[in-house]
């Protein structure tokens, strides 16, 4: 088909073509030798996962804790700058993946998670502003359900899709729809050996406080029997090492947040938006203390990025350009931090994956 010069219709077509070769690929190549490279399964169609890396978390109990950190709080109605040292940060949590379906062209999961913030103060009794007083008093809550599905085609390419949707808040108030967030996010993967697979997406996300669609770019490897690499940019980059089968080291950097309606008393009679997003930097060893149950403990340092509460949507909307503080009440500097973590994991035992590669 021979396209117009210059026509405004040239650069869509030649991506839908684009696209088009690409899902046509498979074809060209030779399936038995892509069988061979461990990158399709017995019927042709591609195998998302990689060859030795840890199973997957089925059901995870967890806590975590920030020991002694300082907040600097200002108040934008006025010139009152408050600094207090928060005792500990505490977090309770439980997250559950379940395989709803599990074939070879097909796989769909359904995850439920909950998890439960409180701060301490030192010396709670000498806080002197109301927002200090409602952290100490107040529990910031998220409970929610993921979906995920992977479509496997015939050859090396996959398509992963996950969706997100939670209610944070204090649950204070009467208005819970007000509480919900999600993230929705589309991948589109290359395997390119047992050991090796890549791959870009997109994804939507209103946790961090401003609705926006942003580009994912994915990539794991095994480079041996003991050294690993999984980036998932622009939230997450770790580092595996497996000494052997039963024992995991990893050292990792992440982005990570949330945000929460609460209602915080004498400061404002409507629901407020609390921000929070950190970036960790941490070191993570996992152990198997029985086939398919597994515990591990967390460390490293906490920065915080943003710990801020609005009093409008609008400053959630992504229309509203960053830096805009027209709709900011309360603003925390909050300094970094040692954090710790650890818990209990149950992954699939190996007898059911032998049966279910």
């Not at 700058?81 to 769909?108: C, D, Q, S």
């Not at 439920?112 to 200090?132: D, G, I, M």
């Not at 690499?229 to 997450?236: A, D, F, M």
Request: contains cysteine.
């Amino acid at each position: 088909m021979r396209l117009l010069k210059n026509s405004p219709w040239n650069c869509p077509i030649a991506l839908v073509l684009l696209v088009l070769a690409t899902f046509q690929a498979p074809a060209q190549y030779n399936i038995d030798s892509l069988r061979n490279l461990g990158v399709c399964g017995p019927n042709g169609f591609a195998i998302p996962g990689i060859e030795g890396m840890p199973r997957s978390k089925g059901l995870e109990v967890f806590q975590e804790r920030v020991p002694s950190y300082r907040i600097q709080t200002s108040f934008e109605d006025g010139d009152s700058t408050f600094e207090r040292t928060i005792r500990r940060t505490k977090v309770v949590g439980a997250k559950i993946r379940l395989p709803l379906a599990n074939r070879e062209h097909f796989k769909f999961l359904v995850g439920l998670s909950y998890a439960q913030q409180e701060f301490a103060f030192q010396n709670p009794e000498t806080l002197s502003n109301a927002f200090h007083q409602s952290l100490q008093d107040k529990s910031l809550i998220s409970g929610g359900i993921a979906l995920y599905s992977i479509n496997s085609f015939v050859g090396n390419k996959y398509l992963a899709f996950r969706g997100t949707f939670r209610l944070n808040g204090d649950f204070d108030g009467d208005q819970l729809g007000s509480h919900q967030k999600s993230t929705i996010a589309g991948l589109l993967g290359f395997k390119i050996h047992r050991y090796k697979a890549w791959g870009v997406g997109l994804s939507y996300s209103n946790t961090f406080g401003r609705a926006s669609i942003y580009p994912l770019l994915f990539y794991n490897q095994k480079y041996n029997e003991k050294w690993g690499l999984e980036l998932v940019l622009p939230v997450s980059v770790k580092v595996l090492f497996q000494p052997n089968d039963r024992n995991t080291f990893y050292f990792q950097n992440q982005l990570e947040g949330d945000n929460y309606n609460i209602n915080l008393e004498g400061i404002s009679q409507e629901s407020l938006f609390l921000e929070k997003a950190d970036f960790k930097s941490f070191f993570t060893y996992e152990r198997e203390v029985y086939d398919f149950i597994w515990v591990y403990g967390s460390g490293g340092m906490r920065f915080n990025v943003n710990f801020d509460v609005s009093d409008s949507d609008a400053y959630f909307d992504r229309n509203v350009p960053i830096g805009t503080n027209d709709n900011l009440v309360i603003s925390n500097h909050l300094s970094r931090s040692l954090f710790f973590r650890f818990g209990l994991f149950l992954v699939p035992p190996r007898s059911w994956l032998q049966k279910n590669p």
